[in-house]
């Protein structure tokens, strides 16, 4: 059983917005994240943190649901920036019950137990240390840190090392928390293009898994 991650699907099966209007790297993309996925077994975990599908609301990602429930592997999904069909975990838990998907699994300021490790996610966001950082960010700032420090506890309770899942890269306050909570590791997206190549990690044992940057292939973080 092993843990990998790999965010930023970005997935259009249920609308037609397909990514490689972005650049040559993501032409065939879903085909590619279709067969490195096929490196997974029913039994290992991946951590999708953020930007899983472009639709707008749940039942317009139907499609998306489908394609990850062909796969192998325990999903283990949290929010992105990008992912507006996000809603409660009592209607996600229902409309994974009618699709009929038991190894999906909806993560938002909590933790799961995945053998030997811990996995704990939320969305991050910009830090004070941005450039764009604006006054309407301070307040979904602090409630993210929130958000974060309410995951860690319910990871700690399990005393198991912790891995992380951010969507934002994470700074600041955010890495004061990794910190004080001797997390394991942190894995983060939403970087793509030049973004992702020139960024450098703030803080040890911190990884970017955007699926661009990886290849379309998940990354392995521990075996």
Same mark, same amino acid.
């Given at each position: 059983?092993?843990?990998?991650?790999?965010?930023?699907?970005?997935?259009?099966?249920?609308?037609?917005?397909?990514?490689?209007?972005?650049?040559?790297?993501?032409?065939?993309?879903?085909?590619?994240?279709?067969?490195?996925?096929?490196?997974?077994?029913?039994?290992?975990?991946?951590? %999708?943190?953020?930007?899983?599908?472009?639709?707008?609301?749940? &039942?317009? $990602?139907? *499609?998306?649901? @489908?394609? +990850? /429930?062909?796969?192998?592997?325990?999903?283990?999904?949290?929010?992105?920036?990008?992912?507006?069909?996000?809603?409660?975990?009592?209607?996600?838990?229902?409309?994974?019950?009618?699709?009929?998907?038991?190894?999906?699994?909806?993560?938002?300021?909590?933790?799961?137990?995945?053998?030997?490790?811990?996995?704990?996610?939320?969305?991050?966001?910009?830090?004070?240390?941005?450039?764009?950082?604006?006054?309407?960010? %301070?307040?979904?700032?602090?409630?993210?840190?929130?958000?974060? &420090?309410? $995951?860690? *506890?319910?990871? @700690?309770? +399990? /005393?198991?090392?912790?891995?992380?899942?951010?969507?934002?890269?994470?700074?600041?306050?955010?890495?004061?928390?990794?910190?004080?909570?001797?997390?394991?590791?942190?894995?983060?997206?939403?970087?793509?293009?030049?973004?992702?190549?020139?960024?450098?990690?703030?803080?040890?044992?911190?990884?970017?898994?955007?699926?661009?940057?990886?290849?379309?292939?998940?990354?392995?973080?521990?075996?």
């Amino acid at each position: 059983m092993a843990i990998y991650a790999m965010s930023d699907w970005h997935l259009p099966l249920g609308v037609d917005k397909p990514m490689d209007v972005f650049g040559p790297g993501w032409e065939g993309y879903v085909g590619k994240i279709q067969q490195n996925m096929q490196k997974l077994t029913d039994s290992d975990y991946i951590i %999708m943190n953020g930007d899983f599908s472009w639709a707008m609301h749940m &039942e317009d $990602a139907r *499609k998306d649901f @489908e394609f +990850l /429930g062909s796969l192998p592997g325990i999903k283990l999904m949290s929010k992105g920036n990008h992912d507006f069909w996000w809603e409660s975990k009592a209607k996600f838990s229902r409309f994974m019950e009618e699709l009929g998907l038991d190894n999906v699994h909806f993560l938002q300021n909590n933790a799961f137990d995945c053998g030997d490790y811990a996995v704990c996610a939320s969305r991050g966001w910009i830090t004070p240390s941005d450039k764009d950082f604006g006054e309407q960010d %301070m307040v979904i700032y602090k409630r993210e840190l929130i958000r974060l &420090e309410m $995951a860690l *506890k319910e990871g @700690e309770k +399990l /005393g198991k090392p912790i891995i992380a899942a951010l969507h934002y890269p994470p700074a600041d306050e955010f890495i004061d928390l990794l910190s004080g909570y001797r997390a394991y590791m942190c894995v983060f997206g939403h970087l793509h293009g030049s973004s992702a190549r020139s960024y450098r990690p703030k803080a040890l044992n911190c990884h970017l898994v955007s699926a661009d940057y990886l290849g379309f292939e998940p990354k392995k973080l521990t075996d």
